[in-house]
């Protein structure tokens, strides 16, 4: 017998980053890497990171509830980002706390 247990997201992130000139690709690296990090973080439900055009990036990710989007805010992703925020981000990451209305699985 198979059981699903269905999670709530209930709570999201919405980060987005403008890329230094010469260093979107340093950007995009990054941004694939860490979800490595992500993986490793047990209340983060579902993590995304993206392109919109050639310097602008962002991560999308969802959670249970309000504990799990502070852990994420406070982990190893954030530290990181904002260790290399002056070399690689012509600007702090806007980051946007989110309620989730509705979602497709």
């Given at each position: 017998m198979n059981v699903k247990i269905e999670i709530m997201k209930k709570y999201g992130l919405l980060a987005t980053v403008k890329a230094k000139p010469g260093k979107e690709s340093d950007v995009a690296s990054f941004l694939k890497d860490a979800v490595e990090l992500a993986k490793k973080e047990e209340k983060t439900i579902t993590w995304y990171s993206f392109q919109i055009d050639e310097n602008s990036f962002?991560?999308?990710?969802?959670?249970?509830?309000?504990?799990?989007?502070?852990?994420?805010?406070?982990?190893?992703?954030?530290?990181?980002?904002?260790?290399?925020?002056?070399?690689?981000?012509?600007?702090?990451p806007e980051i946007k706390k989110i309620d989730i209305l509705a979602s497709k699985e």
């Amino acid at each position: 017998m198979n059981v699903k247990i269905e999670i709530m997201k209930k709570y999201g992130l919405l980060a987005t980053v403008k890329a230094k000139p010469g260093k979107e690709s340093d950007v995009a690296s990054f941004l694939k890497d860490a979800v490595e990090l992500a993986k490793k973080e047990e209340k983060t439900i579902t993590w995304y990171s993206f392109q919109i055009d050639e310097n602008s990036f962002g991560i999308f990710d969802t959670f249970e509830n309000e504990d799990g989007r502070e852990a994420h805010l406070n982990g190893a992703i954030a530290e990181k980002l904002m260790a290399n925020a002056d070399t690689l981000l012509v600007e702090k990451p806007e980051i946007k706390k989110i309620d989730i209305l509705a979602s497709k699985e």
